[in-house]
T-cell receptor, first 115, second 116 residues
Framework: DAKTTQPPSMDCAEGRAANLPCNHS???????VYWYRQIHSQGPQYIIH???NNETNEMASLIITEDRKSSTLILPHATLRDTAVYYCIVRVAGSSSGSARQLTFGSGTQLTVLP | EPEVTQTPSHQVTQMGQEVILRCVPI?????FYWYRQILGQKVEFLVS????????KSEIFDDQFSVERPDGSNFTLKIRSTKLEDSAMYFC??????????????FGEGSRLTVL
């Protein structure tokens, strides 16, 4: 699985958009970009994933550059409860063929939402 | 919303004792995982399990670790003889089957193991 690079920490004002960058310059064509977050030692929580198109769900938006070498997770209106470590992970998606395809977590970005 | 549940939430044990951590994955999921996180460090993969056998395991998952799905609902992690360095938060996760556009892992809240 391709390696990712994220800034170690970021701050964001409450109510503003939080934009979390991730570099994955060695990503290959069949690898997806996944984002998870971990709120203070709780279990990691899935946020969103994408292959090459931008994606949006109720939690966040994922913008992937055309060359797929980087992406940005956007939390449109950050709240204090969004303070967490955010992990960008690149890997081949799971399939029904029996491959368990585990995730490899890096150090992530500690996002602190300030009041 | 379905969730992965783990017990106990916290266990304190003496070095050399056996520990079993239990997990109830989401009911229709087919893939199961154990991860651990030593305080202040990264979340580390231990083992994945599919079709009643280990699919992948990391270097951490040595002979003192074992996993089992004894009754079709529980998924357990056993540490045979605990060491001080086994103190960590242990997370269970599960994933459903699906095509190539899936892969979301659902994690439990963790079991904190303290070895004295």
């Amino acid at each position: 699985d391709a390696k990712t690079t994220q800034p170690p920490s970021m701050d964001c004002a409450e109510g503003r958009a939080a934009n979390l960058p991730c570099n994955h310059s060695t990503i290959s064509g069949n690898e997806y970009v996944y984002w998870y977050r971990q709120i203070h030692s709780q279990g990691p929580q899935y946020i969103i994933h994408g292959l090459k198109n931008n994606e949006t769900n109720e939690m966040a938006s994922l913008i992937i550059t055309e060359d797929r070498k980087s992406s940005t997770l956007i939390l449109p209106h950050a709240t204090l409860r969004d303070t967490a470590v955010y992990y960008c992970i690149v890997r081949v998606a799971g399939s029904s063929s029996g491959s368990a395809r585990q995730l490899t977590f890096g150090s992530g970005t500690q996002l602190t939402v300030l009041p | 919303e379905p969730e992965v549940t783990q017990t106990p939430s916290h266990q304190v044990t003496q070095m050399g004792q056996e520990v079993i951590l239990r997990c109830v994955p989401i009911s229709n999921h087919l893939y199961f995982y154990w991860y651990r996180q030593i305080l202040g460090q990264k979340v580390e993969f231990l083992v994945s399990f599919y079709n009643n056998e280990i699919s992948e395991k990391s270097e951490i998952f040595d002979d003192q670790f074992s996993v089992e799905r004894p009754d079709g609902s529980n998924f357990t992690l056993k540490i045979r003889s605990t060491k001080l360095e086994d103190s960590a938060m242990y997370f269970c996760a599960s994933r459903g089957a699906g095509g190539p556009n899936t892969g979301e892992l659902f994690f439990g809240e963790g079991s904190r193991l303290t070895v004295l």
